[in-house]
């Protein structure tokens, strides 16, 4: 259900980016702060996330964050970082289509 919920091909979807300071590690505290705002801001739920602890900020570079909502549900948001200063991207799965009896 929180993939779902967090789908980024939704019109609410809980995309966006964030921007840390420029240094060789990425700050994934900021990534991990701005995944959960969007989350709040946008799907009115609350998740913890957790995102790895050392990055090496380097442009085209990949990294994923998990999301877990109050209920339990997970969700991966795929991190791509698009430049060498720390600004990155987050998106989740698109939800699977809803099935038609």
Do not use: D, W
């Not at 091909?9 to 994934?28: D, E, M, V, W, Y």
């Not at 705002?37 to 964050?65: D, M, N, W, Y």
Request: with cysteine; aromatic share 2%.
């Amino acid at each position: 259900m929180l993939a779902t919920l967090l789908a980024c091909s939704a019109p609410l979807a809980a995309c966006g980016s964030s921007k840390s300071t420029g240094s060789a590690t990425l700050s994934t505290a900021q990534t991990k702060a701005a995944i959960e705002e969007s989350i709040l801001r946008e799907r009115h739920l609350h998740a913890a996330v957790t995102c790895p602890a050392q990055v090496t900020e380097e442009k085209g570079a990949t990294f994923e964050c998990l999301a877990v909502a109050g209920n339990g549900q997970r969700t991966t948001f795929h991190v791509i970082e698009v430049n060498s200063h720390g600004g990155v991207r987050y998106s989740s799965p698109p939800a699977p289509l809803p099935s038609v009896e």
